[in-house]
């Protein structure tokens, strides 16, 4: 399979020769295959920001390789903004970045920034939103500012969505929203990655997420990638997290501790569902 | 942050707690006593005198542990600009009526003339220029952004009594003071987020309603965030208790003590002497060996 | 006067912006020929706007304080000079605030007589102007200076006009903000110019500007200055107040080309 997004031992170091330099990212090997949501995660300062905005092209590599779709980013000649309609990020927050009066004019600007005919763009606008949970007959002519945070942050989404990008890379897609609203947003988002030929980055502080949602997990700590692992095999070491300030999901680690206690329980539990099968085993 | 980062860091800015005798002192004296060395600088004229002056900044430096290196490296951003300036008042500084006056010309190019004291007023420009700089390098480098507010607050409380609003302002202040870093990074954020977009703001579009919209998805989000941020930040201090400034008893107690009062004396002198000196017997014996 | 500890921290953090914007290229929007217009002023427009005069005062403080230490700090031409003196870079730059308020206040409601009145007078203060500009040899040649006061009574004509004829209910408020905006642009740049012409015309600065200059900066900066704070303002205090205004609903789908 070819991979959709490639990082070859990525280097990156802030402001290089000032007395305030500092080395993000040492050296970071990273695969992206279509279908699967990839989780990242790292203490604060492993480099993880820096690391996302290398995918969609924001910052070039000082050394090493990222390749998107073939295409080589370190190359001086590398449209950027061309790799950008491939890989869509969406920072921490994305519903602080909106500006235009009306909810389809922001999920335009996108599309129109590329200069891409009325028409079509109006289709991409009205597909991005459906696919954002707005369905436009609704939505599209409503202020956004008079919006909640969760439908904003669905309009920013849509906004993304409406360049049709193959990948996604999220910073923190569901930090700060209501419990329906990370479900809405997650099932979204899975939903859109079923897709042919697409993938997510998913980059989270929380553990119950990513042990539910994605495929493989990157650990990254210290500008380099520590574990590659699916999120199984991850969570059976809490000690590898705990040394780097990360815990497993809550689910988990009940059952780590009943089994510490004593108790016959599988611990390579990640999700309510599997828990209570193995409790329920353990009751009969 | 990043090569996308909004904001320079210039060494002027830096603050290098060097734990020297002058970092020591009470923010307001440390405050003042710049003030005073720079008004002197700027009235005075003489080159022997802003020369001197130069010297005593550097001292200062000095006491304050204050690499001279570090502060020099503070300049070479503003070369150009100083160069600049330096052509612009050669150009239109009034030669043909000093040297009507008496003084020598230099150089002459058909209309234009170059008499010696405007190559002396420019060499003066120079020196003033430099030492005002290494003295805002000096200031900034003993006092970081809470000291200079405590002291501006510090220094105001007394017309309070008349209802100057000193405690009000110093709280703009130091709000202003936070926000800063704070914007900067949004700013930051929104850039990058809006260019993943496929947002190019450099390019100069036609007329200039286009122009300007061009930067809405910049300053629109950034009002609105520091709007939304700022109301959050005066809930919380109502929570806790925040009334205002009359009656508020202060954490930070600035109290002189005697080393305070002794430096703010010798910056006083120094001013003085500065203001008053009159070097010229001094200049025109140097003149004379040129 | 009172001052609420809301008003505090939204004039300090509308003061960052306007520090922000001065300090980093973000405040500038390039024009023609290289030069760039400034969007400085504006986040003391907006204070006033939506907090009163005394916010709008002190985020001008603000804006003035920082623009008389940049250029002390990094001057970055013989501009800058003019700059370092507090009257040409401080005192204006607190007007902008009170002025704005003044002028949103008088054209939200311009059917009440009070506000009716006081515009009356505005149109007489301007029209005395241009009457001691034209008529008294107060200005003595200087042709420049009355220029100067032709513009700026003009204006101020314009615009007490333009409150008095203000009828549709909807549009009042915008229109108001946008008047406010022009006001303030207005102050600015008025004042600034003035401040130097008037200094370096009596030797306090130099190097001396003689008034065509000045009138020809003012126009050529001033014009796109007001066009863009007039845009950026209603902008901003719309999204903020969530007033919807013009036409309704996402430009996008609308049956144009």
Redesign the interface.
């Known amino acids: 399979m070819i991979p959709l997004i490639e990082v070859r031992d990525l280097h990156y170091t802030y402001l290089p020769g000032t007395p305030l330099e500092t080395e993000a990212l040492r050296g970071v090997n990273l695969v992206v295959y279509p279908g699967e949501i990839v989780g990242l995660i790292g203490p604060t300062g492993s480099g993880k920001s820096t690391l996302l905005q290398h995918l969609n092209g924001l910052l070039r590599p000082q050394a090493g390789q990222v390749l998107v779709a073939g295409q080589d980013l370190s190359h001086p000649q590398t449209d950027l903004r061309a790799v950008r309609r491939r890989v869509g990020l969406l920072f921490q927050n994305p519903e602080d970045q909106l500006f235009e009066r009306y909810v389809a004019d922001d999920v335009a600007y996108g599309p129109l920034q590329y200069g891409l005919p009325r028409e079509e763009v109006r289709e991409r606008v009205r597909r991005a939103m459906l696919a954002a949970g707005l369905p436009p007959e609704v939505y599209a002519d409503r202020p956004t500012f008079s919006l909640s945070t969760g439908e904003k942050r669905r309009v920013a989404l849509a906004g993304v969505l409406a360049l049709e990008p193959q990948v996604l890379v999220l910073d923190e897609p569901l930090a700060g929203l209501d419990p329906a609203g990370r479900k809405l947003l997650a099932s979204l988002l899975a939903h859109w990655c079923a897709q042919e030929g697409r993938a997510i980055v998913w980059a989270s502080h929380s553990m119950d997420e990513i042990a539910r949602l994605a495929d493989r997990v990157y650990l990254l700590a210290e500008g380099r990638v520590v574990r590659e692992a699916t999120p199984r095999e991850l969570f059976a070491e809490p000690e590898l997290l705990a040394a780097y300030g990360l815990e497993v999901p809550a689910v988990t680690w009940v059952l780590q501790e009943l089994a510490r206690a004593g108790l016959r329980v599988r611990t390579d539990v990640l999700i309510l569902e599997e828990a209570r099968e193995t409790l329920l085993e353990l009751l009969r | 942050?990043?090569?996308?980062g909004?904001?320079r860091?210039?060494s002027?800015g830096q603050y290098l707690p060097t734990g020297s005798a002058l970092h020591r002192l009470d923010p307001r004296v440390r405050l003042l006593g710049v003030l005073l060395v720079g008004c002197a600088l700027l009235v005075r004229g003489q080159v022997t005198v802003l020369l001197l002056g130069l010297v005593v900044v550097i001292l200062l430096l000095a006491v304050a542990r204050i690499p001279l290196g570090h502060a020099l490296r503070g300049l070479r951003p503003?070369w150009p600009?100083?160069l600049?300036?330096l052509a612009?008042q050669l150009l239109?500084y009034p030669h043909r009526q000093a040297v009507a006056a008496g003084s020598p010309a230099l150089w002459q190019a058909g209309r234009f003339v170059v008499s010696s004291a405007g190559i002396t007023a420019l060499v003066a420009l120079w020196l003033r220029m430099v030492a005002?700089?290494l003295l805002?390098t000096l200031l900034t480098s003993i006092a970081d952004a809470t000291d200079l507010v405590h002291a501006v607050e510090g220094l105001f409380r007394p017309l309070q009594r008349i209802g100057f609003?000193a405690h009000?302002?110093a709280?703009?202040?130091?709000?202003?003071?936070?926000?800063?870093p704070?914007?900067?990074r949004?700013?930051d954020?929104?850039v990058?987020?809006?260019?993943?977009?496929?947002?190019?703001f450099g390019r100069?579009g036609g007329r200039?309603?286009q122009?300007?919209?061009k930067?809405?998805?910049?300053?629109?989000?950034?009002?609105?965030?520091?709007?939304r941020?700022?109301?959050e930040?005066?809930v919380a201090?109502?929570a806790r208790g925040?009334v205002?400034g009359r009656g508020r008893s202060h954490f930070v107690r600035l109290r002189m003590r005697p080393t305070d009062w002794l430096a703010l004396t010798t910056a006083a002198a120094l001013a003085t002497m500065l203001l008053w000196l009159d070097l010229r017997p001094l200049e025109a014996a140097v003149l004379r060996i040129f | 006067m009172r001052i609420s500890v809301r008003q505090i921290v939204i004039a300090g953090a509308l003061g960052a912006i306007a520090i922000l914007l001065g300090a980093t290229r973000l405040g500038f929007i390039p024009f023609v020929l290289g030069i760039a217009i400034t969007v400085m002023h504006v986040p003391a427009i907006v204070g006033a706007v939506l907090e009163g005069p005394l916010v709008g005062l002190i985020i001008g403080l603000l804006f003035g304080l920082f623009s008389c230490a940049w250029a002390y700090i990094a001057p970055t031409g013989p501009g800058d000079a003019y700059f370092q003196n507090p009257l040409v870079s401080i005192i204006p730059r607190m007007c902008i605030g009170p002025v704005a308020y003044l002028v949103y206040r008088l054209t939200r409601e311009p059917r009440s007589w009070r506000s009716a009145l006081i515009l009356g007078l505005v149109l007489l203060l301007a029209g005395g102007a241009i009457g001691i500009a034209y008529g008294t040899p107060t200005f003595g040649d200087n042709a420049g200076a009355r220029l100067v006061t032709l513009g700026a009574a003009l204006t101020l004509a314009a615009l007490a006009l333009a409150g008095l004829g203000l009828t549709l209910g909807r549009l009042g408020e915008i229109a108001a903000i946008g008047a406010a905006a022009v006001a303030g642009t207005l102050t600015n740049t008025v004042l600034v110019l003035s401040a130097i012409g008037w200094l370096t015309s009596h030797g306090w600065l130099n190097p001396p500007v003689p008034w065509s200059v000045l009138l020809a900066v003012g126009l050529t900066n001033g014009i796109p200055e007001i066009v863009a704070a007039v845009l950026i303002t209603v902008a901003v205090v719309a999204a903020w107040r969530q007033i919807e205004f013009g036409r309704k609903g996402a430009r996008i789908f609308r049956e144009e080309a």
Request: net charge positive; charged share 15%.
């Open positions: 942050m990043s090569e996308w909004t904001f860091m210039l002027i503003l600009f100083f600049l300036l612009f239109f005002l700089v805002l609003p009000e302002l709280l703009v202040l130091v709000v202003a003071l936070r926000f800063l704070l914007l900067a949004e700013a954020r929104l990058k987020a809006q260019a993943a977009r496929g947002a190019d100069g200039i309603v122009r300007v919209r930067t809405f998805p910049l300053l629109i989000p950034l009002f609105v965030i520091a709007l941020r700022a109301e930040l005066a201090m109502e925040y205002g």
